[in-house]
Nanobody
Framework: QVQLVESGGGLVQPGGSLRLSCAAS????????MGWYRQAPGKLRELVAH???????NYGDTVKGRFTISRDNAKNTVDLQMNRLKPEDTAVYYC???????????????WGQGTQVTVSS
């Protein structure tokens, strides 16, 4: 079983920065991709950013240019640097690890428990 533990959430003023970190219980190079998703009250969970095992990254439209995802294979961590935060970034942020399990593209997803990010003055 895979465990993902998030840290770094909290309260920040608009325009501020936070850095989230996700620590995995096994070597992250074994995952095809890792990423961050978020879910605000009353809304669906949405992609924030993800990064593949080869280092290619992808971002949700609302965070492009403000957030940066990175991975450290030696530490088995994936971080999300969030800059110029807005009130609409307020949500629970979840770490995700994904494995493609067959040639048809079936996937297996693992999730952390989430960390709250609140952007408010």
């Amino acid at each position: 079983q895979v465990q993902l533990v998030e840290s770094g959430g909290g309260l920040v003023q608009p325009g501020g920065s936070l850095r989230l970190s996700c620590a995995a219980s096994r070597r992250i190079f074994s995952f095809d991709a890792m990423g961050w998703y978020r879910q605000a009250p009353g809304k669906l969970r949405e992609l924030v950013a993800h990064i593949t095992s080869s280092g290619n990254s992808n971002y949700g439209d609302t965070v492009k240019g403000r957030f940066t995802i990175s991975r450290d294979n030696a530490k088995n961590t994936v971080d999300l640097q969030m800059n110029r935060l807005k009130p609409e970034d307020t949500a629970v942020y979840y770490c995700n690890a994904r494995v493609v399990i067959n040639v048809e593209g079936a996937i297996s997803d693992y999730w952390g428990q989430g960390t709250q990010v609140t952007v408010s003055s």
